[in-house]
């Protein structure tokens, strides 16, 4: 646990020294533990592939299909999923539970009928504080032109049973590990009819009141090749971060405007962190960030959680090819239309695994992100004071103030300040933006949490 509070004071010559400039990667100053390594090492594009065409071969997953058909439709692919992932389960030691989370969806838009729709949910419980929790999702769903369409062959091999094959090898690779906080491995239903799979599993955590401190969507993650001419570009995936919250309230709204805030939002510090820890050089991959909720016209199983206010992403595949999304399977003077298995490729969809992975590992190990953090305004001083809340880990090592220009997109100057619950640094809050993280024995580093103004 913390240790009792005291202040820090440095002065801004001495601060600046000791902490530096750096660049992002340097800035969050996360190791990579042998325990990651051997599991990116794990993940396995052959599996990848088997579990794509093992879905694909339901020919549709429409959420208005089948539920008790075992060889055709949305049930069929239900209860496979949860024999995969109950077998892995059993290789857990009892850490890691499997359940269907099933409700009925009244009518609706796209939900002309009552409707059974069921996510299928592994939690992997933490070792040393469960009640921190991490989700990642793929939508197992799929659909053709015609979205109320139940019936017609709907592959949905890039969206969404990329996502998918990404959720159930890291249910694979990490059911033998212990993370010390919890992580939860959902393929959600109904996406293509409204959210409706991650709207109702985010609302259960929103109701049990469940510390969900960072959610991940994996949907279109099936290529970095457009097959549309373009050049390839196989080593980036998207990560769609919003900036000014979902779920902001209007009074969070003008301090965010008084401020500056726009840009140090929970899910902006959550991709922050992933850009750091699943670097290049660790998973193969380039994550590009973008600093919107979601593409254009287009919404993805984040937004469910970025709607209960939880900081939450969307990975997705560089550059789409519109003819190979929510189409029907046909050829159209010799273009072929339709969402087929021969677009996917499944080294990207492993290293996109691999980029999960490497941020859900990292966000498991680390210390949670610091509450209630605040900066104090209640006089006029060219220094700055920070506070917040003790963290509850029992390896805690103690805290960091980080701080960067107005106009930088990242961290470039961190400066460790102890274990302690308040520090106070002779640089001007209205020249830069500040924030705090927190640090534990092993030099795991939080995501950084941004201030709000204090009384």
């Known amino acids: 646990m913390a240790k009792p509070t005291r202040r820090t004071f440095m002065a801004a010559s001495a601060a600046v020294v000791t902490a530096g400039l750096a660049g992002p990667a340097e800035a969050a100053g996360q190791p990579a533990d042998p325990q990651l390594r051997e599991m990116l090492r794990e993940i396995d594009p052959k599996r990848v592939e088997a579990i794509i065409r093992r879905l694909v071969a339901f020919g549709t997953r429409h959420t208005l299909s089948a539920q008790d058909d075992p060889a055709r439709g949305i049930g069929a692919a239900r209860d496979w999923i949860l024999a995969e992932m109950q077998a892995h389960a059993a290789r857990s030691g009892g850490r890691m539970t499997v359940a269907l989370d099933s409700f009925i969806q009244p009518v609706s838009n796209r939900i ?40 017609s062959d709907a592959p949905g091999a890039d969206d969404d049973a990329s996502g998918v094959a990404v959720v159930l090898e890291l249910v694979r690779v990490m059911a033998t590990r212990a993370p010390a906080a919890t992580i939860v491995f959902a393929a959600v239903a109904a996406e293509e009819q409204g959210l409706y799979g991650s709207d109702h599993l985010a609302q259960t955590f929103k ?101 209960r206010g939880y900081p939450a992403a969307r990975f997705t595949e560089p550059r789409e090819n519109f003819a190979h999304e929510h189409q029907d399977v046909r050829v159209v003077d010799g273009v072929q239309f339709g969402d087929l298995i021969e677009f996917c490729d499944f080294g990207y969809i492993a290293r996109v695994a691999r980029v999960n992975a490497a941020a859900l590992w990292s966000l498991a190990q680390a210390p949670g992100t610091p ?21 509850p880990e029992p390896d805690l090592a ?28 002779d640089l001007s809050k209205d020249n830069v933006f500040f924030g705090v993280r927190a640090v534990d024995e092993a030099g795991n580093r939080s995501p950084v949490a941004a201030p709000q103004p204090s009384s």
């Open 207 to 307: 109701d049990q009141g469940t510390d969900v401190q960072g959610a991940f969507s994996n949907d279109i993650v099936g290529t970095g090749d457009a097959h549309d001419g373009t050049p390839d570009d196989s080593r980036t995936v998207r990560l769609f971060v919003e900036g000014v919250p979902t779920a902001e309230t209007a009074a969070e709204a003008n301090i965010r405007r008084s401020v500056g805030g726009e840009n140090d939002g929970a899910s902006r510090q959550l991709g922050r962190f992933v850009t750091a820890v699943a670097r290049q050089s660790l998973t193969g991959m380039r994550v590009r960030p973008i600093w919107r909720r979601d593409r254009y016209l287009r919404g993805s199983d984040h937004i469910s959680f970025l709607l």
């Open 371 to 391: 509450k209630g953090v605040v900066i104090d305004t209640t006089q006029l001083t060219n220094e700055t004071t920070l506070r917040w809340q003790p963290n």
């Open 398 to 425: 103690g805290y960091e103030l980080v701080w960067r220009e107005t106009t930088d997109p990242d961290w470039t100057h961190s400066l460790p300040v102890g274990d302690v619950t308040t520090a106070t640094v």
């Open 112 to 151: 002309p009928a009552p409707t059974r729709i069921t996510n299928v949910v592994a939690t992997l419980r933490g070792s040393v504080t469960p009640d921190r929790v991490y989700v990642v999702t793929g939508h197992y769903d799929s659909r053709v032109t015609d979205v109320m369409d139940a019936t």
